[in-house]
């Protein structure tokens, strides 16, 4: 009785932590030109989408910018192709292949304005195997067990060989059938250089649900920014900034090419209790 | 060589009382044998004379020959008069009888009536903790470090946090000493607690950065907690039970009045509870605290002391993800008494703070080690040259390894990566009082700094990045710097007096942190080539003034503060980088203030009234232009009320009021897409503020009838009386109903924490 009722009083203390929204009087800031652009191995092509900045009381809406000539450079030969705007959406080069150890450009005119990106294509890394970790998940980490859904959470390792060459950079996506899941999973190999890796991929999933894992192989610039962009989603910085963008010129965004390898998993047998 | 002659004067000047006789002694508690620090020891005669005990209770007065009514005072205790017939030196131990008979176990208080108006260091404040503990305090926990953010020119780390900012420096900036050790972590449970258990901790001096030269090592402040000896006259139990935690203190003679020891713990049971909900079965929360001290006394001349504490806290989810981290500290001294006028304190110091990060599941290990320990000889010669003059030289030297937070994979050779210092300062430190008047204290103290090689350390270019790596068998890089202090008192009437002072402080080992609350894993770092020392110097000027005979006392000081090679993470800096060196800018620091203290010290109703108004200000290149920026800490305007009333003998009532200007922070300015996902747009670093922060706290101690030999109290308190919903954090999200709108939300941690502790002793 007596432990209930510390447990009680304990409990009052703990859950008196409470979130309201607030009003706050932010600054109104000039539009600034938001570029993401992505060029694979995978023959989807390249794919460019202008959006701006908005003000952050304003709704995002949809501030796709039209009209910007976006032109891919081949360094090496300066071949020049010029992406075609969907209308009201991004521009795109379909089936471009980029070349492995080459280096591309994007630049971007807009309003008279002139931006440009370069990168060097990463070579592909194949996923050796996927392995879920069958003592994960059984118990202890909050939410595991209320789910009262099929779905759970999940450990699973991607195995890959490290390129002895220094300072590899690597992003993993989790597509759970073919939608993206919202984790990011940034690897580098600073402190195991050119050994065999076992990166972690927690995932959400079901007895017969697939998870598809991309290994993305990328740069330095990329994995930084990246890892910024984390860190102004999560808000968990105390010195929050706007993450560095590989585009000159003040934009926002960034060029990410990449070698795109991937590997499946599916789930047949229950998991722990 | 104009200032040799000076010092040959002033020996010459200390020579002249030479046909005078010596009285010296240890002060002491009656009933525990503890050493009284900063007792009043006066003569009242032909010459009037007084002096206060050193941190060894120690005393030194030169009188001529004659009778003397001799008094001894310490705020607590019962004032000791006797009349003396000096005809010899002599040697003369006082005890002091604590004043009243009741349960204040740890009644040693601060100070004489009006010491503070007296000496001449300023900004210097004396925690009293028999106020401490009738504070009131989240969840109960009595808490020193908690208590002193009440005082002007500390400010609170955050909501409940035990860290915390002196007159606009960065919590890194902090020397907090236990026995001399230091503690680079003070806190538990992300800085809800603070690592003094109030139990086994005697007295805590601040200096707001304005120490003397026996100090140094950091530029904003330095916090002198001595644990207790332990009785030497007889055992003692006591405790208590608290809403988290339980706590357990046992002292006592091993030969009686000649040495004893104190074993101290305490330890939180959250997880007890935790555990009776299948969820957390497997889960572990909580941190404990011990404290052991061990002293001595070989001869009246010679006493050894042997002091430690360790504590911990450890959290695990399930047996596959675990953090724990603390702090250990040794000190070992010895003490001698060379000559009634020469006073030799020599310490062995060790110190060590680390965290340690585990994930292991059947196919992975990952082990995150961090941690920085010191090895520490300190050395100081006390020299009582005559009643108006006394002199301190010593030596001190650090051997620091500090340890990056890095992942253990089985083949990383981490020892290349740690990164090694030899930290070592000698000093010389002069009080003197030229007239009744004044009252000068002065140094100098010469530091040195070398980064010793043996692990990697980087070249930067211009643009900070990396275009070699050493690793030299020698000294990486070395600074030298010399450090005066100055602090001069000139006491206008008996009443009233006016105080100016100037430090310069350095400081090697810095802290970079880029989390809103202190988490176990930030960072620290040493200075190498890359990382510059970081030089403050801080001028003060102060009016001190008491009324009705020491019973309230009124002081006003102003302070400003220039910092050097102040370290900031620059825009998008990665943190978790192996090479850290590039991630960080520096730049300097300016931070000004004024501070006021109102404090009523005796009758029934105590109390004190203090308000700072402050800036503090950075400027970095490649932050917000160059330009200069609001600190974090930037509090405009800081309030606290605190009032206690003794209703009768057994029941106390306190209250506590705080009034704060909103930390500097960084909100967004717009948003964008990227992947689908809203982005935020900064504009500048700290150009809001949070909502300003206010809360009221209530406290009730209670005796229950005390037994023969047996006593105990019931302490209540309240935390957060009026539910002020204070942010603790605003985050800034996609409304729920509209995902195209954003809000912002806070988050609000403590409302109304009612607490209740039962305390015994026997």
Redesign the interface.
């Known amino acids: 009785m007596m432990q209930r009722l510390i447990f009680s009083l304990l409990l009052l203390g703990s859950l008196t932590a409470c979130e309201k929204e607030i009003d706050i009087d932010l600054n109104s800031t000039d539009p600034k030109l938001v570029i993401e652009a992505l060029l694979d191995d995978s023959g989807k092509g390249a794919w460019v989408k202008l959006t701006q900045t908005v003000n952050f009381s304003d709704t995002i809406g949809n501030p796709v910018q039209s009209g910007a000539l976006v032109v891919l450079v081949r360094l090496s030969n300066s071949s020049r192709d010029t992406l075609q705007q969907l209308p009201d959406s991004a521009y795109i080069l379909p089936n471009y292949v980029p070349v492995y150890g080459e280096e591309y450009a994007f630049e971007v005119t807009h309003q008279g304005n002139f931006y440009r990106a370069t990168a060097r294509m990463p070579q592909p890394i194949p996923i050796d195997s996927l392995v879920i970790d069958p003592s994960f998940g059984t118990g202890g980490l909050p939410g595991n067990r209320a789910d009262t859904t099929n779905q759970r959470n999940a450990l699973l390792y991607a195995f890959y060989n490290d390129p002895p060459a220094a300072s590899n950079y690597y992003q993993i996506q989790a597509f759970q059938n073919d939608t993206v899941t919202d984790n990011l999973f940034l690897y580098n190999d600073e402190v195991n250089s050119g050994l065999f890796q076992v990166s972690p991929v927690f995932v959400q999933t079901y007895i017969n649900g697939r998870i598809r894992v991309e290994l993305h192989h990328i740069d330095q610039a990329v994995f930084r920014y990246l890892t910024n962009l984390n860190t102004n989603i999560g808000q968990s910085s105390a010195s929050p900034a706007n993450p560095i963008s590989n585009f000159s010129g003040d934009a926002l965004g960034y060029f990410k090419l990449y070698a795109n390898t991937s590997a499946e998993f599916q789930l047949v047998e229950p998991l722990g209790p | 060589m104009r200032y040799l002659l000076l010092l040959v004067g002033l020996l010459a000047t200390s020579n002249s009382f030479a046909q005078n006789f010596t009285l010296s002694g240890y002060i002491k508690d009656a009933k525990t044998g503890e050493a009284l620090i900063g007792a009043v020891v006066a003569v009242s005669g032909a010459p009037a004379r007084g002096t206060v005990t050193n941190v060894y209770g120690y005393y030194v007065l030169s009188l001529p020959a004659g009778t003397y009514d001799f008094q001894v005072s310490y705020l607590g205790y019962t004032m000791l008069k006797q009349s003396l017939i000096m005809r010899a030196s002599q040697k003369l131990n006082i005890e002091l009888k604590p004043a009243q008979q009741q349960l204040k176990e740890v009644l040693v208080t601060g100070e004489a009536d009006d010491q503070r108006l007296r000496q001449s260091q300023m900004g210097v404040e004396k925690m009293n903790i028999a106020t401490v503990n009738k504070l009131p305090i989240l ?1 109960g926990e009595r808490d020193v470090l908690k208590s002193m953010q009440l005082l002007p020119g500390v400010k609170a780390g955050g909501e409940g946090q035990s860290g915390f900012s002196v007159r606009g420096g960065n919590l890194d900036q902090n020397l907090i000493l236990l026995d001399d050790a230091p503690v680079y972590n003070a806190s538990h449970l992300l800085g809800f607690f603070s690592t003094f258990n109030s139990d086994a901790i005697k007295d805590l001096t601040l200096h707001k950065g304005t120490a003397p030269a026996n100090f140094g090592g950091r530029l904003a402040s330095v916090v002198d907690v001595r644990m207790k000896e332990g009785n030497n006259q007889k055992y003692n139990v006591s405790g208590g039970l608290g ?2 935690a339980s706590r357990l203190n046992v002292e006592g003679p091993i030969q009686e009045g000649r040495s004893s020891f104190l074993l101290s713990g305490r330890r939180t049971y ?1 997880d007890v ?1 935790l555990r ?1 909900n299948d ?5 572990s929360l909580y941190f404990y605290d011990f404290n052991a001290k061990l002293n001595y006394r070989l001869t009246d001349k010679d006493h050894i002391y042997l002091s430690g504490y360790f504590g911990r806290d450890v959290f695990s ?5 675990g953090i724990n981290w603390g702090n250990a500290t040794g000190t070992l001294r010895y003490t001698r008494l060379i000559s009634d006028k020469l006073f030799l304190n020599s310490s062995l110091i060790y110190s060590n703070y680390d965290y340690n990060i585990g994930f292991s ?4 290990d990952i082990n995150i080690n961090s941690g920085i320990e010191d090895w520490n000889i300190k050395q100081e010669l006390q020299y009582f040259a005559s009643n108006t003059q006394q002199w301190k030289v010593g030596y001190n030297v650090i051997y620091h390894t500090v340890t990056p937070g ?2 253990n ?1 089985e ?2 050779d981490i020892s290349s990566l740690q990164k090694r210092g030899l930290e070592s300062a000698a000093y010389v430190s002069h009080d003197w009082k030229p007239t009744e008047r004044f009252n000068i204290t002065s140094g100098l103290r010469v530091s040195h700094f070398a980064a010793l090689g043996g692990s990697n350390y980087y070249t930067l270019d211009a643009n900070r990045t990396v275009i070699d790596t050493f690793n030299p068998a020698g000294v990486a890089a070395q600074y030298a710097f010399l450090e005066p202090r100055i602090a001069v008192n000139y006491n206008l009437t008996t009443t009233s007096s006016l105080k100016t002072s100037y430090t310069r402080n350095t400081q090697h080992i810095h802290l970079v ?4 609350a202190s988490t176990p894993t930030d960072r620290w770092l040493m200075t190498t080539n890359n990382v510059a020392p970081e030089i403050g110097d801080q001028f003060s000027i102060g009016y001190f003034r008491n009324f009705k005979e020491n019973t309230y006392e009124f002081s006003v000081e102003t302070y400003y503060k220039w910092m050097q090679n102040q370290l ?2 620059k ?2 800096a ?5 090479v850290i060196d590039p991630e960080l800018l520096f730049g300097d620091g300016r931070a000004y203030g004024l501070e006021w203290l109102f404090r009523k010290n005796k009758g029934r109703f105590t109390g004190w009234l203090s308000y700072t108004i402050s800036r503090s200000e950075r400027r970095i290149d490649g932050i917000n232009k160059g330009a200069w920026y609001a600190a ?1 800490q930037d509090r405009t305007h800081d309030v606290a009320v605190v009032a206690l009333y003794e209703i009768s003998e057994r029941f106390n009532v306190s209250a506590a009021w705080i009034y704060q200007t909103g930390n500097a922070v ?10 689908d ?7 500048e ?4 503020r949070m ?1 300003a922060y206010h809360r009221l706290d209530l406290g009730a101690t209670y005796q229950l009838k005390p037994k023969r030999k047996y006593s105990s109290e019931l302490a209540f308190s309240l935390y957060n009386a009026y539910g002020r ?1 204070n ?2 954090l ?3 999200e996609q409304s729920a109903t ?1 995902p ?16 209740v502790s039962w305390n015994f002793k026997f």
Do not use: E, M
């Open positions: 969840f809403l988290i959250a509870f009776l969820d957390f079965a497997n889960n989810f399930d047996d596959q993800f599941t059947s196919a992975l890095l992942v994979a083949n990383t942190s880029n989390a809103i900031d993470y825009d998008g990665n943190d978790q980088a192996t974090r960084t909100f967004p300015a717009g948003k964008y897409n990227i992947a996902q809203v982005v935020w747009l900064y504009t670093r700290n150009g809001y909502p919903q942010p603790f605003i985050n800034f509209n195209n709108r954003t809000v912002a939300v806070q988050t609000a941690l403590f409302r109304w924490v009612p607490a």
